[in-house]
């Protein structure tokens, strides 16, 4: 009788360890490769300096970041205001390709279409062709449109730009 309990134990631990996991939504990765093209599409953009805001950001979107004295959170016309200024002084590329990241629900844990990713920001200083690269992690939730409804970034960007400006 205890062999035969031993035995189901370990029967019973082994299946419990399977940590394979099917996606059984097509619905959700076809969303998610969507999502995907948009926020590559929006990083050339951006490195372009031309973004059509419309196109990529939901009309109440949030955005996040952690600048040091940043807000809690910004606008759209706000983000905007602030890409402009620092493509003024600045230069951005990044490092291809970019790891695009599905996202989860937090509660279902399944896949919810949204994107994560990390990767490097390459900024150069123009005045003085002084550069630097920034490691960010960077999210994207997006709205039933295809569209950012909530970004936010996770890097000490601040520092790293005041480190172009140093002697």
């Keep these: 009788m205890k062999k035969t309990i031993y035995l189901l134990a ?8 399977n940590t394979s996991v099917e996606v059984t939504d097509n619905n959700a990765s076809a969303i998610f490769e969507k999502n995907c093209e948009t926020v590559s599409a929006y ?21 996040k970041g952690t600048m040091f004295g940043a807000k809690d959170s910004i606008t759209v016309n706000e983000h905007k205001a602030t890409h402009a200024q620092m493509w003024e002084a600045y230069d951005f590329s ?5 790891v695009l990241l599905p996202g989860v629900n937090p509660e279902t844990k399944e896949m919810d279409g949204s994107v994560r990713l990390y990767y490097s920001l ?3 200083l123009t005045e003085i062709q002084r550069s630097v690269s920034i490691p960010i992690y ?5 709205n039933e449109n295809g569209k ?9 960007i601040n520092a790293y730009l005041l480190s172009l400006n140093e002697e």
Excluded: K, M, R, W
Excluded at 10 to 17: F, H, K, M
Excluded at 148 to 156: A, H, I
């Design 94 to 98: 990044h490092n291809e390709p970019l």
């Design 43 to 63: 990083f050339q953009d951006f490195a372009n300096e031309n973004i059509d805001y419309t196109q990529y950001y939901a009309t109440d979107a949030i955005i």
């Design 10 to 17: 370990i029967v019973i631990c082994i299946s419990a360890c």
């Design 122 to 124: 390459d900024v150069t």
């Design 148 to 156: 950012f409804l909530f970004l936010q970034f996770y890097g000490d």
């Design 138 to 142: 960077q999210s994207f939730d997006f």
